[in-house]
């Protein structure tokens, strides 16, 4: 960039911290606001060590149970939307931003769209 060499690793620290500072400020913020007594971390994001650090500090003298599941539980659907796209897009299948989604679409469906 401009000429700048880029220290990917400290670039994606940075976001890292970015991003973890945003979601515990929005749980803060939740909990303060709904009289939060359970707080469950669920999802891809739920296997990042870092917040996963951060929600047992911050909630770790408090009453509000902190969930976390073990890190064979924490996947998503990041690779397989990602093969779909690939699939879809090898078949030259496009299409704009108003289609929507529908939980129940099969891949084969794709020449419905």
Not at 25 to 39: F, G, W
Not at 76 to 92: D, F, R, T
């Amino acid at each position: 960039m401009l000429g700048h060499e880029i220290n990917v690793p400290n670039m994606a620290k940075s976001f890292q911290d970015v991003a973890i500072k945003e979601i515990m400020d929005r749980v803060v913020r939740a909990t303060t606001l709904y009289k939060v007594k359970e707080i469950v971390l669920a999802g891809g994001v739920s296997a990042n060590s870092y917040l996963r650090s951060k929600i047992k500090e911050k909630f770790n003298d408090s009453d509000i149970k902190v969930v976390i599941p073990p890190l064979w539980a924490t996947t998503n659907n990041a690779a397989m939307i990602c093969k779909v796209g690939e699939y879809l897009y090898k078949k030259e299948l496009f299409t704009d931003l108003s289609i929507g989604v529908d939980s129940s679409w099969k891949i084969e469906d794709d020449n419905k769209f």
